[in-house]
């Protein structure tokens, strides 16, 4: 059975690419951002909307390595997981945006090779330092998109009010 593995699916895309009840997506909120933009932090304590996308590139990395392994290597300590600007510029944000969206077509590929019995397989998360089942790094995955996703919306927001400004 894959009902609910089709129902996660179906929201990741939704998520990237689809018309959400929360406002908008991933794709409509970064098309809105260009290589100038991408790199601006709105305040001195707040990530710009290029190391958001790094981070979150990074863990969605993370959760295919769990399903194709049975565990993690990352932590919240790693250097990874917060790229600064200077170094995500080098990359530059075609290539930044180009692999996150990759990432995404491999854990959708991966999903779609297992059915619902495999969310409630085990997996080693080294983060959180025990056995947990796959449902919670993939649920996890989706909420923190969200997560950011609501971030991303405010600095848009208020990078674009103070250019006009």
Known sequence: MKGLIENIIRQLEEV???KLWIGGSFNKKLNQVDENLAFVRP???LHSVAEIISHL?????EAILKIKTGKGSKTDDCEENWFSNEKLKIQGWDSIRSHYDGTLSELI???KSKDDGFLDELYFDPDFKGNYPYRFVIEGMLHHDLYHLGQIGVIIKYLKKTAND
């Open 16 to 18: 990237q690419n689809g």
């Open 57 to 61: 590139t990074l863990w969605r990395k």
């Open 109 to 111: 590929g991966l999903l």
């Open 43 to 45: 305040l001195k304590d």
